[in-house]
């Protein structure tokens, strides 16, 4: 549509010039009865390019694009529709080369540069997308199909030798079921010069990992959705591995899914999946939505523009810094719009989820950007010159120094309260004369050969046992062996003999209350639904109890809650935590 409006507007410019160069091309436009059509034909063929994984989803898109062009069929005069087999196409956006550097320029039969080759199948394209003759195009196609699958083989073999170097164990066959896509052989006009001008994208938001229901509902139609719980439908997959085919197939379908985690953490082709905070490596779970972010980025030319929608962990979680630092960092970030899906705009995800429109330019560094926060419906678009606000990435990066997270500014009176409390220093800047630290204690699957559900031991708190100022909000399900735990932590452990400050890690900032902390009593230890202080560290105590009460009542604060709702979208982490401001004080205060 957008497009189209353009083309209509220098249709309009084009009328009233009247230059030996431009009457040429508008003699050559007015030839067509239907200059509506014309324009979508032109737009479908030389400005429209899409890629999927699902063969069936490109059919519908074709399909979707010549009823387009029908609609504006004038009566009594009909054009051929366009070849567009070259512009929408199976394959994996995310497996494959994107441009043909030397080491590829290697070709079967054939000893021309790449580049050359790609040129000439250029040429073909261009011709077969005009081709009204049948036959004629069908000929091209040949040809066309020849050469690419030529090339595809070069580049096909260049990625499976990848694979292997990097010890990834896979056949060829299963190799084959990736689909690799090498976009500058299949899309070679726009890597002839340097890439896409815009990307627009919806990318999936899944974790990649394998999973059991949606495998198995192609034996037992029972594990919809709906169809059974979480403990009958354990029994029907429990019985259908015990069908020998379907276990090997299961175990192939999960081999594949661990290979293809592999390939985008391993051969380098991704680098902006991870980066540090503290010293330590981040990265959080392989979401298919960060790596089509950096695709996205990869595919785009130089000072072209992406618009993308991603889950609101884009701008907040720690695991996704390495990617704001790209965007930002190495490119303009122009605009950032949130919405909550109160209202349904997405059907399928739950109505408290919240999701993002953003906005890039592969630039230089992002200056200042505009911003929404907890909009709820589309129509919110209309007016976003009223509702956004412009934020300063140089603030962004002094309010949180170390994960570069984004706070949920809702207006300009959210801005200067945050500036306010931020000229305390952060919680990690306390170092000084006392020091605190944060543990994930027992985690409640790994370490479950330490629980029973006996009353044997020390009791295991979670997250639901406490509420603000209280550790006894509910009963325990757990307790656990001290010699088995001992074991796992050593002798010189003894934080869970000692009071200790905890709170909830699994949190919302549209939850009642956001952050839930107490002291938890002495002798007892944590699942891993509680982040909890340390006490020691090298036989050291670093932490007193009066500093964690002091601690306790700060975390509790209504302010400090305000402050994390800007911060949070679903789970609060230490990295969270470790950059609130809060306030120095000294024993005699």
Known sequence: KTLLELYNKCWDILTLTNSKLVSNEKAEIVKHKSLQYHFKKTIITKNLYGVDIEGGAIEICKLRLWLS?????????????????????????????????????????????????????????????????????????????????????????????????????????????????????????????????????????????????????????????????????????????????????????????????????????????????????????????????????QLVRPYGYCGILTPSGFYTDAGTKGLRKLLFENGTVREMYCFENKHGIFDSIHRSFKFIILLFQKNEKTDKFKAAFMLHDIKDLDRIDKVAISIDWNLVKRLSPHSYSIIEFKNKKDLKIVQAMYRSPLLSDHHTTWKISWNAELHMTND??????????????????????????????????????????????????????????????????????????????????????????????????????YLCGIFNSFILDYLLRLKVTTNINMFFIYELPIPNISETD
């Open 69 to 297: 062009l029908v609609s504006e069929i004038e009566k009594d005069y009909v054009e051929p529709l366009p070849n567009i087999d070259y512009n929408v196409m199976e394959g994996n956006s995310l497996i494959g080369f994107v441009e043909a550097k030397k080491e590829e320029q290697v070709t079967l039969g054939d000893t021309r540069k790449t580049s050359d080759i790609l040129r000439d199948i250029q040429k073909l394209k261009e011709e077969f997308a005009q081709e009204d003759d049948p036959m004629r195009a069908q000929e091209l196609k040949v040809k066309i199909d020849k050469f690419v699958e030529k090339e595809n083989e070069v580049l096909n073999e260049k990625l499976y030798s990848e694979f292997k170097l990097n010890k990834l164990d896979i056949g060829k066959v299963q190799f084959e079921k990736f689909k690799p896509f090498h976009w500058s052989l299949k899309f070679s006009d726009q890597f002839m010069k340097g890439g896409f001008d815009i990307i627009i994208g919806n990318p999936p938001w899944n974790i990649l990992k394998p999973i059991e229901k949606e495998f198995f509902l192609m034996f037992d139609s029972r594990l919809t959705k709906y169809g059974v719980d979480k403990k009958d439908a354990k029994k029907i997959m429990s019985q259908l591995l015990k069908d020998k085919k379907i276990e090997a197939e299961w175990i192939i379908r999960k081999k594949a899914i661990e290979i293809e985690g592999d390939y985008y953490t391993k051969l380098g082709k991704y680098k902006f999946q991870s980066d540090s905070i503290n010293g330590k490596t981040v990265s959080g779970d392989l979401n298919l939505y960060k790596l089509f972010v950096e695709r996205s980025n």
């Open 448 to 549: 479950s050969d330490v629980f029973n559900t006996k009353n044997e031991g020390l009791v295991l708190y979670e997250g639901k046992m406490i509420e603000q100022y209280t550790n006894k909000f509910e009963q325990p399900r757990y307790w656990v062996n001290e010699n088995k735990a001992q074991k796992k932590f050593g002798k010189m452990y003894k934080d869970y003999n000692e009071y200790r400050l905890a709170f909830r890690a699994v949190a919302s900032s549209t939850n009642r209350r956001t952050m839930i902390a107490t002291i938890l009593p002495k002798n007892v230890f944590v699942g891993n639904s509680l982040i909890v202080s340390k006490v020691y560290e090298n036989g050291n105590r670093i932490i007193s109890n009066e500093r964690l009460l």
